[in-house]
């Protein structure tokens, strides 16, 4: 495991738990490298360069800016190598590796939240059958939910799920904070948030809309923006999406 954080934590932790060995871990600290190597019960380093050789696979799970330093620092020889990352293309590895993919856990992680994996999408890309092959049974270990993708539409689903998870989560914390301001409590909101989230399992997102955008309530939607007089960065938000989302619907 090349990298010690959410991902890898997570990843790490659910493959060992299918009976994957963890040879080794890397990270920056030696904190980080060290946490995790006891939770997975293997040998870590802070040294890149002195990685075991004896693996099967290097799972470089590190920030997206790191990808290709990381990769720089040794040699791989023929050992499988994959990038866990959703925004960055699979031949980035190219220039390094021999035997390389992609393999994208599609969801958030915490280190502290344990998650069920088996309930995860992976997304696998590789540069050859065989090697597909192997990160697919991999990757089934641990999930049932196993697809292959191109770099492409891995990039795209990275996009979507910013909008979708990323900026949603902001969202709320834009919510917690304007009931803060008037002493209100955001566990109010929480039920709220749950249903929404749980009617697009059996709904479509344009089908489930609501709100005064959609039905064009324009007293509210000035009421609201007038709320918002001490929040100018805030007004423009809510009248950029309250407005995207009646265009929107206007072509349903």
């Not at 990298?3 to 009976?19: F, I, V, Y």
């Not at 330093?69 to 190598?81: E, Q």
């Not at 900026?167 to 914390?173: A, D, E, M």
């Not at 709904?203 to 064009?216: D, E, L, M, V, Y």
């Amino acid at each position: 495991m090349i990298g010690a954080g959410n991902l890898a934590t997570q990843l790490g932790l659910a493959l060992s738990e299918k009976g994957h060995q963890i040879v080794q871990v890397w990270s920056r600290t030696s904190k980080s490298a060290t946490e995790l190597a006891i939770k997975l019960k293997c040998k870590f380093t802070t040294d890149i360069s002195s990685l075991s050789y004896n693996t099967d696979i290097y799972i470089i799970s590190v920030s997206d800016t790191a990808i290709e330093t990381v990769l720089a620092g040794r040699s791989w020889d023929t050992t499988m190598v994959v990038h866990t990352a959703g925004s960055i293309p699979m031949d980035i590895l190219a220039t390094y590796c021999t035997n390389f993919g992609v393999f994208y856990p599609f969801q958030t992680f915490s280190v502290e939240r344990k998650i069920d994996f088996s309930e995860i999408p992976i997304f696998l890309e590789a540069n050859s059958t065989k090697n597909l092959e192997i990160l697919t049974g991999l990757a089934k270990s641990v999930s049932l939910n196993v697809k292959i993708v191109d770099s492409d539409q891995r990039q795209q689903l990275h996009l979507a799920a910013v909008f979708a998870c990323n900026f949603v989560n902001h969202f709320y914390k834009i919510g917690e904070e304007l009931l803060q301001e008037k002493g209100v409590d955001f566990e109010l909101l929480k039920p709220l948030i749950l249903e929404t989230a749980s009617k697009i399992v059996s709904h479509s997102p344009a089908s489930s809309q609501t709100g005064p955008a959609i039905r064009k309530d324009k007293m509210v939607m000035d009421k609201h923006l007038a709320q918002l007089s001490g929040h100018p960065d805030l007004k423009i938000l809510y009248s950029l999406i309250s407005d995207r989302i009646i265009q929107k619907h206007k072509q349903l």
